[in-house]
């Protein structure tokens, strides 16, 4: 039963580039989260993609922006990017909204 | 002020040594609690789910007090294995908040 799969796991861009970065849930998993996490701190909530929409939003701008798939996997797209986007970037499945969420090994991001 | 607070530590400890790290929270309405581990340049992994009640797997103890916001882990018999961050997690209306995480570091 595979895990959570991510890609890239790295990535490397320059000020103002676009960025793409892909996850496939856990098997049996129909919800994603994704979260930034930078170096030093706890993982920050970014946004939950349930049934294709985007339920709920953390405090980040409308530069980053998701999708999720009819098999549920789903992309997170940053656009201008800053220096201060420089970060690993996680996705969590889980079994609906509320369920025990499960990460997988993330995308390192550095914005040069 | 943060959602969820811990001690970046770092705590240094002796393998055989008991260490407990605590960690508050501010939205009283939070709905359940977990820690998570999370190894040097990798994913966070569930450890363990909190309650009320208090729990135990193994080695490791955790607890939530809801009158004081207030969640603890206990690890006892530290192994080298142990060394890693520790991030306590408050999940809120579908979301998880973590705090900044508690190293540590277990020695010979």
């Known amino acids: 039963d595979a895990g959570v799969t991510q890609s890239p796991t790295h990535l490397i861009k320059t000020r103002g580039q676009q960025v793409t970065l892909r996850c496939s849930p856990k098997?049996?998993?129909?919800?994603v989260s994704w979260y930034q996490q930078a170096l030093g701190q706890g993982p920050q909530f970014i946004f939950q993609y349930y049934e294709e929409e985007e339920r709920q939003r953390g405090n980040f701008p409308d530069r980053f922006s998701g999708h999720q798939f009819p098999n549920y996997s789903s992309e997170l797209n940053v656009n201008a990017l800053l220096l201060g986007d420089s970060a690993l970037y996680l996705c969590?499945?889980?079994?609906?909204?509320?369920?025990?969420?499960?990460f997988g090994p993330g995308t390192r991001l550095l914005v040069l | 002020r943060k959602e969820v607070e811990q001690d970046p530590g770092p705590f240094n400890v002796p393998e055989g040594a008991t260490v407990a790290f605590n960690c508050t929270y501010s939205n009283s309405a939070s709905q359940s609690f977990f820690w998570y581990r999370q190894d040097c340049r990798k994913e966070p992994k569930l450890l363990m789910s909190?309650?009320?009640s208090g729990n135990e797997d193994g080695r490791f103890t955790a607890q939530l007090n809801r009158a004081s916001q207030y969640i603890s882990l206990l690890i006892r018999d530290s192994k080298l294995s142990d060394s890693a961050t520790y991030l306590c997690v408050v999940h809120n209306t579908d979301k998880l908040i973590f705090g900044t995480g508690t190293r540590l570091q277990v020695f010979p």
């Open positions: 909190v309650y009320s």
């Open positions: 098997s049996g998993h129909d919800t």
């Open positions: 969590a499945s889980s079994p609906g909204t509320g369920g025990t969420q499960y």
